[in-house]
């Protein structure tokens, strides 16, 4: 199975636009089985910086796609809106649900496919930068967990960090991310994908489940060892192991290319 998984892609005035070109050019190249796209599709959560991602990600298709909003997803300034209508234009233009579930069928000869699920970690009233899950999410994520297909890859999606990588600017995790990391292991999480600190992280987690975080995929806003730079992971799992590499752009060439790499020991499903 073949997971594509960018971030951070900030359509709005930090967006690079040759570099969302280059994203879907190489989503089509890769054929992944599923992409997952984990926040801050916008800058400022206009509609306008909607319409412009609701094109990015219709043109990943026929590739089945998994989003979630990130803290700059919801409004900063216009505070009327941040306070009674906070997801409006992303309900209208990306999607109804800000918690998702994805089902992909993995490739033959692969088998058991992968159960994604995917949490809104954005809080616009409580939590604005750092991002937070409610009660109510876990308990999303309790019943998708337990209901997913006998022998399915399962893939926790959200957008703020569940750690300090720890080799740059501090980046504090998401509140409460210790609760989450505790039940991976009930949840049988194979695998945590997330951005926000702009840039990549190829980390190991609590219960053997890696903990990966992508970079800017297509914003000027890179950080830290990453800065002015773009990346995204691919992500490769087989019975014995996950691969995950980070693609960093070269504008010399003109595309993405493999840099740091990373493989995990199995068993995975």
Known sequence: MIIFHASDVHFGRPHLPELSEALVSFVHDLGPDAAVISGDLTQRAKASEYRAARVFLDALAPYPVIATAGNHDVPLYRIWERVF????????????????????????????????????????????????????????????????????????????????????????????????????????VDLVLSGHVHRAYLGGGRGGAPVILAGTASSNRGRGRERGRNSFNVIRVEESGIEATVYLYSRDAGRFEPAENRRYSGPFR
């Open 85 to 188: 209508a906070p997801y409006r234009n992303y309900r209208s233009i990306i999607g109804p649900d800000l918690d998702a579930v994805l089902d992909v069928d993995a490739a033959p000869p692969a088998t058991g496919g992968a159960r994604i699920v995917a949490l809104d970690s954005s809080s616009p009233l409580r939590a604005i930068v750092n991002g937070r899950v409610t009660a109510r999410q876990f308990r999303f994520a309790d019943e998708a967990f337990t209901t997913a297909p006998e022998g399915a890859l399962r893939v926790l999606v959200v957008h703020h960090n569940l750690v300090d990588p720890g080799d740059g600017p501090g980046a504090p995790p998401l509140r409460g991310a210790g609760r989450i990391l505790d039940r991976l292991p009930r949840w049988g």
